[in-house]
């Protein structure tokens, strides 16, 4: 059973960057797709962004497109997500999501993801 832990979120003020980590505490994910999604209080859980398991394919959130970077490092079984010129509405709990139904391309929708981690907050001041 793979298990994921978060790690890099902290307080950032606005225009300023932070990478999240996304690596396994438990078995190996690397042949899995893995996505990142965001929840701020008081609304539900957004996606953000995904890759698949080879790296080769990623999709993002219209909201972080051309601002956060993921990317994957398979030899160190982790999932990073770079975020630049930060924002308050970015401020949420960011949660690392790994598929192990389907190794097929990657999704959006978070029912499609079985791993989940418990989450790292991001706080950007303005």
């Known amino acids: 059973q793979v298990q994921v832990v978060e790690s890099g979120g902290g307080l950032v003020q606005a225009g300023g960057s932070l990478r999240l980590s996304c690596a396994a505490s438990?078995?190996?994910?690397?042949?899995?797709?893995t996505g990142w999604f965001r929840q701020a209080p008081g609304k539900e859980r957004a996606f953000v962004a995904a890759?698949?398991?080879?790296?080769?394919?990623?999709v993002y959130a219209d909201s972080v497109k051309g601002r956060f970077t993921i990317a994957r490092d398979n030899d160190k079984n982790t999932v990073y997500l770079q975020m630049n010129f930060l924002n308050p509405d970015d401020t949420a709990v960011y949660y690392c999501a790994v598929s192990t139904k389907s190794r097929l391309g990657v999704r959006t929708t978070p029912t499609w993801y079985d791993v989940w981690g418990q989450g790292t907050q991001v706080t950007v001041s303005s």
């Open positions: 890759v698949t398991w080879t790296g080769d394919s990623v």
């Open positions: 438990r078995g190996i994910f690397s042949t899995y797709p």
